[in-house]
């Protein structure tokens, strides 16, 4: 699922390892999903799927739209809202993607991928200490022992140095 991939990593490394590439089975996915909801236009499941192909294959925009669609059919998904903003934040849009995992939050206030995305692009694009320092908080406050608590302890340590040096 896309929620779970943390945006700072490069597109499609995961784990160190390079990318394998999008499975045949992916392509044909999409083309029947599309051909789909060129039917029936309010299938939200569909466009979610279409988003998530369109991300693990790096079609940005596409994906950006497919989640649009989703979000009109269903405004308070915070994943469909995380993976938007992830979208958002690699085609250089931060503010869109702040706002998307804002929302996220707000829907879901324990959503922990949205509060850890947000410290990401505080920190990286919009190089604001302070902010991403409050998002990574939240994130060890919300969820102490997962992944991300621990990706964002190693964020706070990071941008203490960067206020030293």
């Known amino acids: 699922m896309p929620a779970g991939m943390p945006p700072q990593m490069p597109p499609g490394m995961q784990g160190g390892l390079p990318p394998a590439g999008p499975s045949p089975e992916v392509f044909q996915r999409i083309e029947m999903n599309q051909k789909l909801v060129a039917k029936d236009p309010k299938l939200a499941g569909v466009w979610v799927q279409l988003g998530n192909d369109y991300f693990d294959t790096r079609q940005q ?4 739209d497919a989640y649009g ?7 308070n998904n915070p994943d469909v809202l995380t993976d938007q ?4 934040r690699d085609t250089g849009r931060f503010d869109e993607a702040i706002a998307n995992f804002e929302k996220a939050s707000k ?4 959503h922990v991928q949205s509060a ?3 410290g990401v692009v505080w920190a990286n694009d919009k190089h604001d200490p302070a902010k991403a320092a409050a998002a ?5 406050s919300i969820a102490p022992t997962s992944p991300q608590a621990g990706e964002a302890r190693r964020a706070l340590a990071d941008l203490a140095k960067g206020s030293k040096g």
């Open 61 to 64: 925009q596409k994906a950006i």
């Open 69 to 75: 669609k989703a979000l009109a059919l269903n405004p």
């Open 85 to 88: 903003g992830v979208m958002y």
């Open 107 to 110: 829907v879901d206030p324990n």
């Open 116 to 118: 850890y995305n947000l």
């Open 136 to 140: 990574f908080n939240k994130v060890i």
